[in-house]
């Protein structure tokens, strides 16, 4: 039988061997052949599908996107306009959660700005505390 044993696919992978009893234990990779002395021996498919998840979550999608990109793929389910469309829905979150830190970046900067503004000036303090009091 050839194939690799767990510690050897794990380094070849960059991945911890506890990273890959857990990728085995959630189905993100199939359980591995054994050896006749009972050791798992991983083949080079299984270290396909540890890169394919190691660039799949640098992409920033989840393990629950991921395993299901892999059984689909596995099935032939998945055709490359399907894979598209979940790359472009992908892009667009990023884009939406990027605008979203934007606006969480100007709220913070004006806010750090009001607070310096009024380290200079602690009579602006005073006063915006006698407006937030009477509103």
Do not use: W
């Not at 050791?39 to 599908?49: A, G, P, Q, T, W």
């Not at 890169?51 to 032939?76: M, V």
């Amino acid at each position: 039988m050839t194939g690799y044993l767990r510690g050897q696919i794990a380094k070849m992978a960059n991945v911890n061997i506890e990273t890959l009893r857990y990728y085995e234990s959630h189905g993100l990779i199939p359980a591995p052949m054994r050896s006749e002395s009972g050791y798992r021996m991983y083949s080079e498919e299984i270290l396909s599908h540890l890169t394919f998840i190691k660039n799949a979550k640098a992409c920033g999608f989840t393990l629950k996107e991921i395993k299901k990109a892999l059984t689909k793929s596995s099935s032939s389910q998945i055709s490359l306009a399907d894979f598209l469309a979940v790359i472009d829905k992908k892009m667009d979150k990023i884009r939406s959660d990027m605008e979203r830190q934007e606006q969480t970046l100007a709220m913070l900067t004006s806010l750090k700005i009001n607070l310096q503004a009024e380290e200079k000036h602690p009579e602006t303090q005073q006063t915006l505390h006698i407006l937030h009091m009477e509103s």
